[in-house]
C-alpha cells in the first residue's frame, strides 16, 4: 500500500533530507586516501545525533552501523570498516536519517584521490542516470517510465544496471510500497500521484549485473571483481515537479 504524504509531511521529510545532504557535503571534504569508512561511520552517527536525529539504519534488520560504505567491486550495503581508502578507490556511502520520526535516504559515491578513467566515467554515468531518472518522476507517469529511461541511458554507455535492489517509497518507515527498479519498460507499473516520496537509487556495474552476497549476509558485490557505483536521492512527486529532498546545493 502506498502511503501518500501531505505537503506538512512533506515538509518533515525536507528537514529530514536537509540534513542528511548536510552530511554528504561534509563527508565530500572528508574523503582523501588514509580516511577509513569506519571514521566516517562515526562521523555519520555523531553528527547525527548533534543536530537530534538517529541513524535509522542502525539496527535495521540487525544492521550494525549508521552508513553503508561500498568499496569498489561492492554493489550495497558494504560495512564500514578500519582499513584506510586507498588512492584510486571509489567509495559509496549510504544513509538514512530520522529525524523527529520522518526519514530520507541517499547514497552518494565518492573518488578517492586519482581515480581511473573507467571509473570517473562510472561515477558521470551513474550520477546522470539518476537525474533522467528524477527528470521522469511526475504526476501521472508511471514508474516504468522512470525505470526504463534510467536503464536504456545506462546500457547506452556500455554498463549494467544491478536487478537486485531497488529503489522504494519512503517516509516514517525505510521501505514503503512501491518498489522502484531501475530497470523495465515504460508506460509499466505504478501510476505516479502527488504526494507520493520515494528514492530513485540506481547501482550501475562497470560488468555483468549480478552479484553475490558476502559471508556476513549483508554486502553485495560484482560476480567479475569490476567496479560498482551508486547515487540516490530522496524525491517527494509534487505538481511543480520533483521535489529532491535530498538535494546537495546550497541555499
Ligand atoms: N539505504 C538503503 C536503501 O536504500 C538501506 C540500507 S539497508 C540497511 O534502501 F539495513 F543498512 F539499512
Ligand atoms: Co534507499
Known amino acids: 500500500m502506498v502511503i501518500i504524504k501531505t505537503e506538512q509531511e512533506i515538509e518533515m521529510m525536507k528537514r529530514s533530507g536537509k540534513l542528511l545532504a548536510k552530511i554528504h557535503r561534509e563527508i ?5 586516501p588514509g580516511i577509513s569508512t569506519y571514521e566516517i561511520d562515526q562521523f555519520v552517527e555523531e553528527y547525527m545525533r548533534k543536530n537530534g536525529a538517529t ?8 544492521y550494525p552501523y549508521a552508513t553503508c560504505a561500498s568499496i569498489n567491486d ?3 550495503h558494504g560495512f564500514p570498516r578500519k582499513t584506510p581508502l586507498k588512492d584510486g578507490d571509489i567509495v559509496t556511502i549510504d544513509m538514512v536519517v530520522n529525524l523527529d520520526g520522518w526519514l530520507a535516504d541517499s547514497a552518494w559515491s565518492y573518488p578517492v ?12 554515468v551513474t550520477k546522470k ?4 531518472g528524477i527528470e521522469k518522476a511526475v504526476i501521472g507517469n508511471r514508474i516504468g517510465d522512470i525505470s526504463h529511461a534510467i536503464q536504456s541511458y545506462v546500457e547506452s554507455e556500455g554498463f549494467s544496471v544491478v536487478r537486485d535492489f ?13 518498489q522502484v527498479p531501475h530497470f523495465g519498460k ?17 547501482m550501475v556495474n562497470v560488468g555483468h549485473y549480478a552479484c553475490t552476497i558476502d559471508d556476513n549476509q549483508w554486502t553485495a558485490r560484482t560476480i567479475d571483481g569490476k567496479l ?24
Request: charged share 30%; with cysteine; hydrophobic share 35%.
Open 129 to 132: 542516470s539518476l537525474y533522467i
Open 74 to 76: 561492492e554493489i550495497c
Open 55 to 62: 541513524p535509522e539504519q542502525k539496527g535495521y534488520h540487525g
Open 186 to 202: 515504460a508506460g509499466r507499473g505504478l501510476r505516479l500521484m502527488e504526494g507520493m516520496v520515494i528514492t530513485i537509487e540506481p
Open 28 to 32: 565530500a571534504k572528508m574523503i582523501r
Open 228 to 251: 560498482s557505483a551508486q547515487y540516490e536521492h530522496t524525491i517527494a512527486i509534487t505538481k511543480d515537479g520533483p521535489l529532491i529532498l535530498t538535494d546537495q546545493e546550497e541555499d
Open 113 to 124: 584521490g586519482n581515480i581511473s578513467d573507467e571509473a570517473r566515467k562510472l561515477l558521470d
Open 166 to 178: 531497488v529503489g522504494h517509497g519512503i517516509g516514517k518507515s525505510m521501505h514503503e510500497d512501491p
